[in-house]
């Protein structure tokens, strides 16, 4: 059952330095060459942790990070320096924890989760262990990533993760939500073999980028009369093929491919019955119909939206133009039309744009800065809001204690009254974050070109051709 921070947290036993560069600049941990083979290949590891958990340019935007006993920005170092000291260079070198909290309703501010992330970091690690919170937004939620070092900077003994350390990260992240009067709920058991980014699209009928690709891979299949037309069209597509080891000669067992823009490679048989490369050849074989069928399903029913009449220049005609391209594609799909993967993602996220669209006509807002200026307001009007409550509960407490029934009644009207105000202003606050992570994704994708792969055309023996 989904808790309002959920949390988990795994070994990290190679190439660390990529998690470390997602959490810390890739500039920041430049190789020395005065350290050995192995400090070398500890600092590679704890630079791909960091990375993981902090790089600004990808999905997950980065918005605050933190270092404990350790500078954020040297944490690689730090984290060498610990091992070197106590001669434990091996092994598991870092573990990597995260929590996250739940999505909508101005539940929580970003400078909130980083410190509640911080304060659990220190509960949790902060007496004997280095650690590097980063804070992000994907897809509309706040979450914690959290990079620890293995070992122990106070006792040089290693971090072990039990069950019991598992459960106390779970306790204590719900004793730290309640102190900052977040709502705790419980929350069904994520699948085994999916993260939680991907159980919660799932969850709300949201693509993953498994589903896209296999959208992209039966899309290629009923345009490909070979299994050379289906590889052409998928390079045509964005995609690439890993077929072959370094050498190029020998032939991998299990061929991957890569998604446009994406950094890693997928494995054909990880994406779900089906989509094994050698199931996608007999199914390119079998494949006797006309490719025509969009990828959007026309049957699947969307609401109604009307943009609005009247123009704002700036931000707000720029996210209007671009919601009206998303919705046209769903409103009214066409045969034949490949959407790229870039435009299906953001389909998936129209509400989340119209919203942010909506904020930025009713206040106005045409430019960035506007918006921080706006964003500064809000937050002077939140810190006096939370103020107020806060000498309401302690005015409550008073006159429950004296028992004056109609003060009480009153102060407890006047603290729903507050917290109504605090959620739409944290509301409005994440949506100022929002605008500020996707608006150059916006002012990118908004005239971009729709690129067409070209259609299989039958000849006159009947045999399917490529134009």
Known sequence: MIKLAVTSIWAVNNRIDKVIDYVNNPEKTVERPELSKEALAVRRALGDVIDYAENGDKTEKMMYVTGINCDKDH???????????????GGRLAYHGYQSFKEGDGEITAEEAHRIGV????????????VVVATHLNTG?????????????????????????????????????????????DAPSVARGKTYDEWMAERAGKPTIRSMIREDIDYAIRMSYS?????????????????????????????????????????????????????????????????????????????????????????????????????????????????????????SKLDDY???????????????????????????????????????????KKVVKDNKGYEINRDKQEIRETSRKIREIRKKLKLCDEIFITSDRVLKNVDAPTVKPEDPKINKKGKVRIR
């Open 75 to 89: 944490a690689v170092e730090d984290f060498l320096i610990t091992k070197r000291r106590w001669h434990k260079e």
């Open 119 to 130: 304060l659990l970091a220190k509960e949790l690690w902060g007496d004997r262990f280095e």
């Open 141 to 185: 939620h706040y979450h914690n990533h959290f990079v620890i070092n293995s070992v122990s900077f106070f006792d040089g003994l290693k971090y072990v993760r039990t069950n019991a350390d598992y459960k106390r990260m779970q306790k204590v992240s719900d004793k730290l939500c309640r102190m900052h009067g977040l709502h705790v709920v």
């Open 227 to 347: 299994e050379k037309s289906f590889v052409k069209t998928m390079k045509e597509m964005g995609y690439k093929f890993k077929f072959y080891k370094e050498d190029g000669v020998t032939e991998l067992k299990r061929f991957g491919l890569q998604p446009p823009g994406a950094k890693n490679y997928f494995r054909f048989d990880g994406l779900g019955k089906g989509y094994d490369f050698d199931t996608i050849r007999l199914r390119v074989i079998e494949n006797m119909t006309a490719p025509g069928t969009p990828l959007l399903e026309e049957k699947k029913s969307y609401k109604q939206w009307s943009p609005p009449e009247h123009d704002i220049p700036g931000l707000p005609s720029t996210y209007r133009r671009y919601c009206i391209r998303l919705y046209t594609y769903i409103s009214k799909p066409r045969k034949r039309e490949y959407i790229p993967m870039a435009l299906r993602e953001d389909i």
């Open 354 to 396: 119209i919203e942010q669209m909506d904020f930025l006509y009713g206040s106005r807002i045409t430019n960035t800065e506007e918006l921080t200026a706006m964003k500064n307001q809000l937050q002077l009007k939140l810190n006096m809001l939370i103020a107020q409550r806060k000498r309401l509960y302690s005015h409550k």
